[in-house]
């Protein structure tokens, strides 16, 4: 190193490991970075979509008026691509209709009246050995907790410790990089759920038979990493890592990029390179429900943003209507002021009435002089600049696939253009100084080629 070019730049950061190309948002965490984790009181009512999660919907186990136990199962998977639901709340079954989720307008939910002088205490819990497991018994067991991914994609958990046939998992990455703006829940997370984090990974690795992990976070989280370090196992089977902050950090392609530096083929899974990956809020709560024999039935979530007076890091019963938070918050707003996750990949809402969902981790409040940034204002013709494809961290053309979605030319751009390797990240929509929306283009076009494939 030249002689004093330490003190001239912060060079550990300078050197740590990073993508290529992505791009560097305003982080906007410092609403709730320093907020610890609190419990949010229950709603009068929990609507709880039998589809929150990626796969076939859940099977209704209850009946109109039956009463339930908080942590009891009140629908069952159906089948291996599915997972069970567990009542969030003791009380009783009201109604079983179609209700407003982030999915869409009408989803088949079950609507559970919570009990409002019950003492909530979870009693449906039986403790048992998981270092007596066999890692085929942990997998039954992961699917029975109805734990997916909560970092917003709602895979199921145990999906993910089956790899194809022929793929072995050598290393897990536990992903700590919650590289979204505004979201600090995984932050939260790994510094509070430090003991139950460590032991979710280990039952992970039990699980795949791997033997390593890396617990991989963003270096503007220096706190967590002291916090892990201190926690980790003699043995080193497991490590923390930081890489450098930038955004889309968090997606499983840029995360084995940047930790070892590898990479997951077009197509291909994180196994087909030896990896597994799962998000740090889904581990620790693995850590903390499997030894117990429970499901999920709450989760933490952020609601932050200059829209809401107290701003914060809330552990919600799974089914709180946000309608029901942000009137406890002092909201006074519509749905329009609303992300659902961060603003990069995070979804409008179409009601306040939509519930909290298992892979919902913020919710994002807006104030009208946001929201005029947020509005979609008139596109302007594509100047060729390239900042699109600068900045695509998946090496695409976000410039020459915008021109094929708006000639609807969608199966070219997945044939000839490598459209499903899109992530939906949004850095290139971030970038492009026309405005030009072209990550809801990409979306809209994956959509008709899934609806077409569908078909025939
Ligand atoms: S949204 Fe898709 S095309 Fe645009 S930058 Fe992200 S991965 Fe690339
Ligand atoms: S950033 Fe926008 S204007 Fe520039 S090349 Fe891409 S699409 Fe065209």
Redesign the pocket.
């Known amino acids: 190193m030249i002689n004093g070019l330490h003190r001239l730049f912060d060079t550990d950061r300078w050197f740590r490991r990073t993508f290529s190309h992505g791009i560097h948002p305003t982080e906007n965490k410092h609403f709730t970075a320093d907020k610890p984790i609190q419990r949010f009181p229950f709603a009068p009512e929990l609507v709880l979509p039998l589809s929150q999660h990626a796969g076939a919907p859940s099977e209704p186990l209850v009946h109109l008026g039956q009463e339930v136990l908080r942590g009891e199962p009140i629908a069952k998977a159906a089948g291996f691509m599915s997972v069970p639901q567990h009542a969030p709340a003791t009380g009783v079954i009201k109604k079983i209709e179609l209700m407003p989720t982030s999915k869409g307008p009408r989803t088949l939910s079950i609507i559970l009246e919570v009990y409002p002088g019950d003492s909530q205490e979870v009693r449906y819990a039986q403790e048992r050995d998981v270092d007596a497991m066999s890692p085929q018994e942990i997998v039954q067991a992961v699917q029975d907790t109805g734990l997916v991914g909560l970092g917003g994609a709602a895979f199921p958990t145990h999906v993910k410790l089956s790899p194809p046939k022929g793929h072995s998992v050598h290393t897990v990455i536990i992903n700590g990089c919650e590289c979204e703006p505004f979201l600090t829940t995984d932050h939260r997370v790994m510094l509070e759920q430090t003991d139950d984090l460590i032991l979710g990974t280990r039952i992970l690795m039990k699980a795949l038979g791997a033997k390593n992990a890396i617990i991989g976070t963003e270096d503007n989280k220096p706190d967590a990493v002291e916090a892990l370090k201190a926690k980790l196992p003699e043995d080193g089977s497991i490590s923390v890592e930081m890489v450098r902050t930038k955004y889309p950090q968090g997606a499983e392609k840029m995360m084995a990029k940047s930790l070892l530096g590898v990479e997951i083929p077009s197509g291909g899974y994180p196994s087909s390179v030896g990896l597994a990956v799962f998000n740090v809020s889904s581990t620790a709560q693995l850590g903390s429900l499997l030894p117990q024999s429970r499901g999920v039935i709450e989760r933490v979530v952020t609601i932050t943003g200059p829209g809401v007076s107290k701003p914060g890091n809330y552990t919600v019963a799974i089914g709180t209507p946000i309608r029901f938070l942000l009137d406890e918050l002092g909201f006074r707003g519509n749905a329009q002021h609303l992300i659902l996750g961060g603003p990069m990949m995070g979804g409008t809402v179409s009601s306040l009435d939509v519930p909290i969902t298992k892979g919902c981790g913020g919710v994002l409040v807006l104030t009208e002089k946001e929201m005029q940034g947020q509005t979609a204002s008139a596109a302007y013709p594509?100047?060729?600049?390239?900042?699109?494809?600068e900045t695509c961290p998946m090496h695409l053309n976000?410039?020459h696939l915008?021109k094929l979605a708006y000639k609807h030319r969608y199966e070219e751009m997945a044939d000839a253009f490598q459209l499903n390797d899109c992530f939906e990240c949004g850095c290139?929509s971030y970038?492009?100084?026309?405005g030009?929306p072209?990550v809801q283009y990409f979306r809209i076009s994956k959509a008709s080629n899934r609806e077409k494939a569908k078909a025939s």
């Open positions: 594509c100047i060729n600049c390239g900042k699109c494809v976000p410039c915008g290139c970038v492009c100084p026309s030009i072209l």
